[in-house]
Antibody, heavy 125, light 109 residues
Framework: EVQLVESGGGLVQPGRSLRLSCVAS????????IHWVRQAPGKGLEWISG????????GYAASVKGRFNISRDNAKNSLYLQMFSLRADDTALYYC??????????????????WGKGTTVTVSS | QSALAQPRSVSGSPGQSVTISCTGA?????????VSWYQQHPGKAPKLIIF???KRPSGVPDRFSGSRSATTASLTISGLHTDDEADYYC?????????FGGGTKLTVL
């Protein structure tokens, strides 16, 4: 079965860090770009970051640029999101999602056909 | 406030058709063929229903169709079913990042 499973969410104080993970199975992980998309409680979807199949091209939304780092380990079929300087408005359900394309030369389609169930991050003192 | 504007809500009766618009700019919706649409039921992950403006993934009924005119993309759902009631989001390439619309709640009366 093709799937993505996120983990690493939790309650964290403002200003602290957290690392999310996403493990893939059922498909050739390094054929695809992967994204992080988040959804604040009761709000819409927000794309926050994407990474190419090789990990050499990354993009970030303005809201997280400079605070979040995306990375991947193809040998472990894993995607990561290292989050620093967390703020209350980072509170959300964080999804990882597979792009239809590989992301080579920043060729991300932002069409995401496989999604995990998400992991919840709550930033609060 | 999203760079892609969608109506907050639309409604229709079973069997009818509805169209949801997604208005962007030449830097996103009008910039490439990378426009997609997602359906999200409460408590569930989003589901891709349209990609590359007009294409449907395998398994998505042909009642769902996408189009684009200049910087506005549209999703049309024909022959509404009660289980089409959900939130719908457009998404577009926007240079080195992606951008979602604010979402549209479809109510099937």
């Amino acid at each position: 079965e093709v799937q993505l499973v996120e983990s690493g969410g939790g309650l964290v104080q403002p200003g602290r860090s957290l690392r999310l993970s996403c493990v893939a199975s059922g498909f050739t992980f390094d054929d695809y770009a992967i994204h992080w998309v988040r959804q604040a409680p009761g709000k819409g979807l927000e794309w926050i970051s994407g990474i190419s199949w090789k990990g050499d091209h990354m993009g970030y939304a303005a809201s997280v640029k400079g605070r979040f780092n995306i990375s991947r380990d193809n040998a472990k079929n894993s995607l990561y999101l290292q989050m620093f300087s967390l703020r209350a408005d980072d509170t959300a359900l964080y999804y990882c999602a597979r792009d239809l394309r590989s992301g080579s030369y920043y060729d991300f389609s932002y069409s995401m056909d496989v999604w995990g169930k998400g992991t919840t991050v709550t930033v609060s003192s | 406030q999203s760079a892609l504007a969608q109506p907050r809500s639309v409604s229709g009766s079973p069997g009818q058709s509805v169209t949801i618009s997604c208005t962007g700019a030449s830097s996103n919706v009008g910039a490439s063929t990378y426009v997609s649409w997602y359906q999200q039921h409460p408590g569930k992950a989003p589901k891709l229903i349209i990609f590359d403006v007009t294409k449907r993934p395998s398994g998505v009924p042909d009642r769902f169709s996408g189009s684009r005119s200049a910087t506005t993309a549209s999703l049309t759902i024909s022959g509404l079913h009660t289980d089409d009631e959900a939130d719908y989001y457009c998404c577009s390439y926007a240079g080195f990042e992606g951008v979602f619309g604010g979402g549209t709640k479809l109510t099937v009366l």
